[in-house]
């Protein structure tokens, strides 16, 4: 088995348990549940910002641990500082070091939009995702049916949240887009694990024209970042670039200057 099928393995199990541990009626119950959203699309698009969603992410199956000491409420209180539009959370525990309580942390300390990136492939996951405080989530399209991109999508927007559809190749858009609200293409080669953030600039013109849209992984400079807006692209999503300093609030507020000197 691949990585990325021995993760989704995995989390067919977790969820399994957890619908035992956390029933819905349960989750339905929490503050998070019932409080209103903040709109993804609404920041990636505010004229202040530079459409860039931080990401809290501690480990990843390819580069293993990344930053075992920074604290989560630190880092989200200084990304929103730096100027970010939005903060990724990456809640699997196995493979990224995450966790639900990481997410509730953020929504804690943060007004600005929190997306949830894990690996969704129940829907007991989207309702679990707006009890702990999520305003996103993260669809990846390379493990999901075209009927389950249109069931997950569709029960995220009536539970007032907006969908991240993420794909790798153009290809993936043959299973339909559902009622996903934004596109985010990511640069990295499931066959080979190249990743390359031109792949994203080759891609645009065959996204869809309505949506938002982000590139995500191997972006690695503030020209690189300032290449896919000049491209089109809305935003884009940068963790482990953060993650690697130890200080990773002050290197996306670095980022961010480099990247408003270049748009200057």
């Known amino acids: 088995m691949s990585i990325l099928e021995n993760i989704i393995a995995d989390k067919q199990t977790e969820v399994q348990q957890n619908k035992n541990l956390y029933p819905i009626a349960l989750l339905e119950k929490t503050e998070a549940f019932s409080s209103p959203t903040v709109s993804l699309k609404k920041y990636l698009q505010k004229k202040d910002k530079n459409g860039l969603i931080a990401e809290f992410k501690r480990k990843s199956p390819s580069k293993g641990i990344i930053n075992k000491y920074t604290k989560v409420e630190d880092t989200s209180i200084a990304y ?36 949830r990136k894990d690996f969704i492939v129940d829907p007991y996951q989207i309702i679990e995702a707006r009890s702990i405080g999520a305003d996103a989530i993260l669809l990846i399209a390379t493990v999901l049916t075209a009927a389950e991109i249109k069931e997950f999508s569709e ?110």
């Open 80 to 115: 929103m500082q730096a100027g970010a539009s939005a903060i990724s959370v990456l809640t699997d525990e196995k493979y990224f070091g995450g966790k639900n309580k990481d997410l509730i942390t953020v929504r804690h300390f943060n007004y600005c939009p929190i997306l």
């Open 155 to 264: 029960l995220a927007n009536n539970l007032g949240m907006e969908t991240i559809l993420e794909i790798h190749d153009v290809k993936e858009l043959d299973k339909g887009i559902g009622k996903a609200d934004i596109i985010g293409f990511n640069n990295r080669n499931l066959h080979d694990f190249t990743c390359h953030y031109t792949n994203a600039i080759k891609a645009f013109n065959q996204l869809p024209k309505d949506l938002l849209k982000i590139a995500e992984s191997g972006i690695n400079t503030a020209k690189e970042a300032y290449e896919l807006k000049q491209a089109g692209y809305d935003g884009f999503l940068i963790g482990q670039q953060f993650m690697e300093h130890s200080n990773p609030g002050f290197a996306c507020a670095q980022f961010i200057q480099e990247l408003n000197k270049l748009k200057a």
